[in-house]
């Protein structure tokens, strides 16, 4: 059998050229930047989504191509299923989710039947695929229960989560091992879940999200009130999660018995405050008025919170590339080309070029 391990921590063009991918989450954001990165490297790509929630929204701005493209909701088992048992996947790559805390608050019970339930319909759909290697899904770094410890987590650390999203990410890691020991490793397929940190990058148009909250402010002239400023997050840019999910991919193709959690996070495990990000993103973009809260606005959020990555640098070879510094400017440099009328698959397609070229 060839050896198909990725070393360098790059998507292999071989490897994917051609495979038969099944994308939860396709259209939002960083399911659109993964549809194009996959086109890039030649796979044949079923997504499957809720139709976009945004407008704008890069899904339809980047136009990705798909073999084939369903808006349906991942709830519904008996049609995901159907679609699932079509599209024959070799690789599952699921990223649908209900995605953001102050939603989860707002709607808690859509909240855990899109996130567990949801995740549960895709790993029982799979079990019916003799076609599927490779199951990656995709959780979130705040799985953990949060103790606001000065210390990053661990995959080993428990499971929790104070918010419905947290909470139902959590309870969804319990889904995707349930179903990895009961059920898929004994028919061939790895499983693996991706915990991943705060992730920002140009195309990202959802509300209550930092960065696109101060591209809308700016652009308008108005002021950007930002609520928790000493929150400290383990901010990425998206393409550093989405090269480690296509790398886990790689490798459990090649050695299901990694199949198990795994944290991506920045360089370092490093965490910084909004105030932070907000005062780089200013700087990028050449002003922009900010007012500060106190922190005590709006429902519970955790204020601290950081992610161990050593597992995923020793058993992946998976390094972040780019700094904090360098993944906010890029952000705020991709809406400012975009808003001039910058094309944004072509912006996208230059800056994974860029991140691919980047030893």
């Keep these: 059998m060839e050896d198909l391990a990725v070393t360098d921590a790059q998507p292999n063009n071989g ?11 396709h259209t939002g954001f960083k399911g659109a930047w993964l549809s194009i990165w996959l086109k890039r490297l030649g796979a044949a790509v079923t997504g499957i989504s809720l139709p976009p929630e945004t407008e704008p929204n890069l899904f339809t701005l980047a ?77 979130t770094d705040k799985v953990y229960r949060n103790l606001e410890h000065a210390f990053p987590y661990r995959e080993t650390d428990h499971l929790g989560g104070h918010d419905p999203y947290s909470a ?47 591209v809308r402010a700016w652009q308008s002239g108005k002021v950007l009130q930002v609520r928790r400023p000493e929150a400290k997050r383990p901010w990425q840019h998206v393409l550093e999660p989405l090269c480690a999910y296509l790398v886990l991919a790689e490798r459990l193709w090649s050695d299901p018995a990694l199949a198990d959690a795994f944290n991506f996070g920045p360089v ?54 780019w700094s904090l510094a360098e993944a906010v400017d890029r952000t705020m440099k991709w809406y400012r080309a975009q808003h001039d009328g910058a094309d944004a698959r072509s ?13």
């Excluded at 490897?15 to 989450?25: D, H, M, N, P, Q």
């Excluded at 039947?113 to 899904?137: D, H």
């Excluded at 912006?347 to 030893?359: D, G, K, N």
């Design 15 to 25: 490897f994917w050229a051609g495979k038969r991918v099944l994308l939860t989450g």
């Design 63 to 139: 136009g990705p191509h798909f073999a084939a493209s369903h808006f349906q909701d991942i709830r519904d088992a008996t049609k995901l299923a159907e679609i699932v048992r079509a599209a024959s996947p070799e690789i599952v790559l699921h990223l649908g989710a209900q995605a953001l805390v102050r939603p989860g608050y707002q709607d808690p019970l859509g909240t855990f039947a899109t996130n567990v339930l949801g995740t549960a319909n895709v790993l029982e759909a799979v079990r019916s695929v003799p076609s599927a290697r490779v199951v990656v899904a995709i959780t």
């Design 168 to 214: 139902s990410k959590a309870a969804s890691e319990i889904v995707i091992s349930s179903y990895r020991d009961s059920f898929l490793r004994e028919k061939g397929v790895a499983v693996a879940s991706a915990r991943a940190g705060n992730v920002i990058g140009g195309g990202d148009w959802s509300a209550d999200r930092l960065l696109p909250d101060a």
């Design 268 to 321: 370092s495990h490093e965490a910084a405050p909004v105030r932070q990000v907000i005062e780089i993103a200013r700087s990028s973009w050449g002003g922009g008025d900010v007012q500060y809260g106190d922190g005590t606005e709006g429902p519970h959020e955790a204020g601290w919170l950081a992610l161990e990555t050593a597992k995923a640098r020793h058993m992946l070879d998976i390094e972040p590339r």
């Design 347 to 359: 912006l996208c397609e230059a800056e994974i070029a860029e991140y691919e070229a980047r030893p």
